[in-house]
């Protein structure tokens, strides 16, 4: 399972950004895929997750309402759509996958590169 996370950079707070994910070497309808989060100095946190067809979706209590979760598994990417950004969601931000949604949320196999968010105050 390979995952190449794209689309970080600098952003002022109250911004957008939009995180995208690709993903090769295996049947991406057959994983849970979501996104963690490693702030400087801080331990990696779980950000979002979106089930196999992409009905089901869970957050994180610190993004809920402005972060968004999407799939398009024609396109075997995962996206992460993140509005109203603060200064605090400074982090690098990783593409994760797994069999379930309880591994995802809290210990995925499998982990892309990272790319980094930075949200000026």
């Known amino acids: 399972v390979q995952l190449q996370a794209s689309g970080g950079g600098l952003v002022q707070a109250g911004g957008s950004l939009r995180l995208s994910c690709a993903a090769s070497?295996?049947?991406?309808?057959?994983?849970?895929m979501g996104w963690f989060r490693q702030a400087p100095g801080k331990e990696r946190e779980f950000v979002a997750a979106?089930?196999?067809?992409?009905?089901?979706?869970g957050y994180a209590d610190s993004v809920k309402g402005r972060f968004a979760i999407s799939r398009d598994n024609a396109k075997n990417t995962v996206y992460l759509q993140m509005n109203s950004l603060k200064p605090e969601d400074t982090a690098v931000y990783y593409c994760?996958?797994?069999?379930?949604?309880?591994?995802?949320?809290?210990?995925?196999?499998?982990w892309g590169q990272g790319t980094q968010v930075t949200v000026s105050s």
């Open positions: 979106i089930s196999r067809g992409g009905v089901g979706t």
């Open positions: 070497g295996h049947t991406f309808s057959d994983y849970v």
């Open positions: 994760v996958a797994d069999t379930s949604i309880a591994v995802v949320t809290s210990g995925p196999r499998y």
